[in-house]
C-alpha cells in the first residue's frame, strides 16, 4: 500500500513511518503543502490513500480538501483531526472523505483506522467521550462568534476594536471569554479548534 500524507508535523510522519514498516510492503510520500500534494497525485499513479493532516498551517480548510479529493477520486481519502468535532467529520464526508480520524492514535488504533479506511464504508473515530460532552460553540455570544472570525482571519485585538467600535480591553475580555469556552491554550488554538470544528 502506498500513502500520500500531507502534515508540517513529524511526529505524525514518524507514527506513520513506523505504522507502515512491520509489513514491508508499504511505502509513505510525505509532502507539507497542498501544491506538493496536487503534483505528487498527478505523478504517483500507484496511490493506495491520501492522508491529511487537517492541522495543516495554509491548508485551507475543507475547499482545499474537497480539492485534492477531486484530483484523484480512485483514492480514499483520510482526515487527520486535532480537536473531534462530528459536524465537521460529516461535513467532510459529505464532500467526499472517506474516513475522519483523530490526529493522535496508538499505533495499533492507526493502523485499524487505516484498515478500515480502504473498505467501502465511510468511518468517523472520535475519541471515547467525545460525544457526550457539550458543545462549546453553542455557548459562543453572537459577539464572540464575530470576534472569533476574525481572530481566525488573523487580526489582531487593535483591528479587531476598531472594527467593532470598540475598546481593545473589551476585545480581550471577549477573547479570554472564547479561548475559555472552546478550552483552548491560547489565541493561536482558539483558531485551530474553530476551523476544526466548521465555527468559522
Same mark, same amino acid.
Given at each position: 500500500?502506498?500513502?500520500?500524507?500531507?502534515?508540517?508535523?513529524?511526529?505524525?510522519?514518524?507514527? =506513520?513511518?513506523?505504522?507502515?514498516?512491520?509489513?514491508?510492503?508499504? #511505502?509513505?510520500?510525505?509532502?507539507?503543502?497542498?501544491? /506538493?500534494? /496536487?503534483?505528487?497525485? #498527478?505523478?504517483?499513479?500507484?496511490?493506495?490513500?491520501?492522508?491529511?493532516? =487537517?492541522?495543516?498551517?495554509?491548508?485551507?480548510?475543507?475547499?482545499?480538501?474537497? #480539492?485534492?479529493?477531486?484530483?484523484?477520486?480512485?483514492?480514499?481519502?483520510?482526515?487527520?483531526?486535532?480537536?473531534?468535532?462530528? @459536524?465537521?467529520?460529516?461535513?467532510?464526508?459529505?464532500?467526499?472523505?472517506?474516513?475522519?480520524?483523530?490526529?493522535?492514535?496508538?499505533?495499533?488504533?492507526?493502523?485499524?483506522?487505516?484498515?478500515?479506511?480502504?473498505?467501502?464504508?465511510?468511518?468517523?473515530?472520535?475519541?471515547?467521550?467525545?460525544? @457526550?460532552?457539550?458543545?462549546? /460553540?453553542?455557548?459562543?455570544?453572537?459577539?464572540?462568534?464575530?470576534?472569533?472570525?476574525?481572530?481566525?482571519?488573523?487580526?489582531?485585538?487593535? /483591528?479587531?476594536?476598531? @472594527? =467593532?467600535?470598540?475598546?481593545?480591553?473589551?476585545?480581550?475580555?471577549?477573547?479570554?471569554?472564547?479561548?475559555?469556552?472552546?478550552?483552548?491554550?491560547?489565541?493561536?488554538?482558539?483558531?485551530?479548534?474553530? #476551523?476544526?470544528?466548521?465555527?468559522?
Amino acid at each position: 500500500m502506498t500513502i500520500l500524507l500531507v502534515t508540517e508535523d513529524h511526529a505524525i510522519q514518524r507514527r =506513520f513511518t513506523s505504522v507502515l514498516k512491520p509489513g514491508g510492503d508499504a #511505502r509513505l510520500h510525505a509532502c507539507a503543502t497542498v501544491q /506538493e500534494a /496536487e503534483t505528487l497525485l #498527478r505523478s504517483q499513479p500507484g496511490l493506495h490513500m491520501l492522508v491529511i493532516d =487537517f492541522g495543516t498551517p495554509g491548508l485551507g480548510g475543507l475547499r482545499a480538501i474537497t #480539492r485534492l479529493s477531486k484530483a484523484r477520486s480512485d483514492v480514499p481519502v483520510v482526515l487527520l483531526m486535532h480537536t473531534p468535532s462530528l @459536524t465537521v467529520a460529516r461535513q467532510a464526508l459529505r464532500l467526499g472523505v472517506t474516513a475522519c480520524i483523530p490526529a493522535v492514535l496508538t499505533n495499533a488504533d492507526l493502523k485499524a483506522a487505516l484498515h478500515l479506511a480502504k473498505g467501502q464504508s465511510d468511518l468517523i473515530v472520535l475519541p471515547h467521550g467525545s460525544l @457526550t460532552s457539550a458543545g462549546a /460553540e453553542n455557548l459562543l455570544s453572537r459577539r464572540e462568534a464575530q470576534i472569533l472570525a476574525l481572530l481566525c482571519d488573523g487580526q489582531q485585538n487593535k /483591528e479587531i476594536a476598531h @472594527t =467593532f467600535g470598540i475598546q481593545e480591553v473589551t476585545v480581550k475580555m471577549h477573547m479570554r471569554s472564547v479561548i475559555r469556552k472552546l478550552g483552548a491554550r491560547n489565541r493561536t488554538h482558539a483558531a485551530m479548534i474553530a #476551523r476544526d470544528r466548521g465555527l468559522v
